[in-house]
Nanobody
Framework: QVQLVESGGGSVQPGGSLRLSCAASGRTSSRFVMAWFRQAPEKEREFVGAVTDSGRTYLADSVKGRFTLSRDKTKNMVFLQMDSLNSEDTAVYYC???????????????????WGQGTQVTVSS
């Protein structure tokens, strides 16, 4: 089994920044694709970004230029640096991982086997 624990959420004013962390433990694999999704109230869960085992990153168009993904494979951690936050970024952010996902499916939540409990991000003045 794999456990994912997110941290770093909170409340911030528009234009502010937050850094989310996700720590993986248990039967982890260096071949995991690790991703972030988010879900706002009454909305579908949506892809934010993902990083492959080789370090290649993918970001949703809505966050490109504002969010940055990074990964520390030695610590089994992935980070989401979020800058220039706005109210539309308000959501629960979830970390996800899978080791058998193909790149064409990387943006679809149904393809990930492991999920964290989520961390709330609120952007409000």
């Amino acid at each position: 089994q794999v456990q994912l624990v997110e941290s770093g959420g909170g409340s911030v004013q528009p234009g502010g920044s937050l850094r989310l962390s996700c720590a993986a433990s248990g039967r982890t694999s260096s071949r995991f694709v690790m991703a972030w999704f988010r879900q706002a109230p009454e909305k579908e869960r949506e892809f934010v970004g993902a990083v492959t085992d080789s370090g290649r990153t993918y970001l949703a168009d809505s966050v490109k230029g504002r969010f940055t993904l990074s990964r520390d494979k030695t610590k089994n951690m992935v980070f989401l640096q979020m800058d220039s936050l706005n109210s539309e970024d308000t959501a629960v952010y979830y970390c996800a991982a899978d080791q058998s996902i193909v790149l064409s499916s990387i943006r679809f939540s149904r393809n990930y086997d492991y999920w964290g409990q989520g961390t709330q991000v609120t952007v409000s003045s």
